[in-house]
C-alpha cells in the first residue's frame, strides 16, 4: 500500500469552522475502508501556529516544542465542538517581499524540492 502525508495548516485571522473543517480531513484521510479501496494510507500532519509553524518548523521562544504533530482520529475527536482553530494560526507571510521564506517553506535546497 502506498504511503502519502497531508500537512493541515492554518494562515491568516481565526474564523469559525476550521476545527471541524481539520476534524473531518483528518477522519477522511484516516478511514480504514476508504484507505482500502484507494490503496493509499495517509497520515495527516497537524503544523501548529500556521505559516510560521513550516518557516520555523523548530522549538524556539514561542513554541517550547515541535510546531508539527501527527493528527490522529481520537485526538480531533471532539475538536468540533470548539470554535477557532486548535492548531494556532499567524500572519506570517512566507513570500513577504522584505522577507520570502518561501524556499524554506517548499524545502528546497541545493535546487531540490523535497515536500515536507
Request: with cysteine; charged share 25%; proline share 4%.
Amino acid at each position: 500500500m502506498e504511503k502519502k502525508r497531508i500537512g493541515i495548516l492554518t494562515g491568516g485571522g481565526d474564523c469559525a469552522g476550521l476545527n471541524p473543517a481539520i476534524k473531518w480531513v483528518v477522519k477522511t484521510a484516516l478511514d480504514e475502508r476508504l484507505q482500502k479501496s484507494r490503496r493509499i494510507q495517509y497520515e495527516v500532519i497537524g503544523i501548529r501556529d500556521g505559516w510560521k509553524g513550516l518557516v520555523h518548523p523548530d522549538a524556539d521562544a514561542d513554541a517550547p516544542a515541535s510546531r508539527t504533530l501527527v493528527l490522529t482520529e481520537e485526538m480531533v475527536r471532539t475538536w468540533d465542538r470548539n470554535g477557532g482553530t486548535n492548531l494556532g494560526t499567524s500572519r506570517t507571510n512566507p513570500y513577504d517581499p522584505k522577507n520570502n521564506r518561501s524556499a524554506t517553506v517548499l524545502g528546497i535546497s541545493n535546487g531540490s524540492i523535497s515536500i515536507i
